[in-house]
């Protein structure tokens, strides 16, 4: 188990840009695969974007393609999500998940996940 803490929220202009962090505890947390999820009032928890432990392999939801990057440093035990030109439709509540060992296609729909941040608040206005 891992605990996660997120940051870098914040209110941003529709086409502006984010970097969302995420902390992890331990000194196994290269073998976890990473995620980030979100949740807009009203809505399920939605996936976003994920990164595979062993191998680095990446998967994101269609409406962040080409915009959102996930990316790890083991040495630094974090995860962190760059938000390029972000809508207003991004506008959410935005979670870090870990799920030990697994995939990056398996976070996608929400399997393995053992621990869940705090989450941090992303504001788009138009």
């Known amino acids: 188990q891992v605990q996660l803490v997120e940051s870098g929220g914040g209110l941003v202009q529709a086409g502006g840009s984010l970097r969302l962090s995420c902390a992890a505890s331990g000194r196994t947390f290269s073998r976890y695969s990473m995620g980030w999820f979100r949740q807009a009032p009203g809505k399920e928890r939605e996936f976003v974007a994920a990164?595979?432990?062993?191998?680095?392999?990446?998967y994101y939801r269609d409406s962040v393609k080409g915009r959102f990057t996930i990316s790890r440093d083991n040495a630094k035990n974090t995860v962190y999500l760059q938000m390029n030109s972000l809508k207003p439709e991004d506008t959410a509540v935005y979670y870090c998940?870990?799920?030990?060992?697994?995939?990056?296609?398996?976070?996608?729909?929400?399997?393995?996940?053992?621990?869940w941040g705090q989450g941090t608040q992303v504001t788009v206005s138009s």
């Open positions: 998940a870990a799920a030990l060992g697994g995939t990056a296609r398996a976070m996608s729909v929400m399997v393995g996940i053992g621990s």
């Open positions: 990164i595979s432990w062993n191998d680095g392999i990446t």
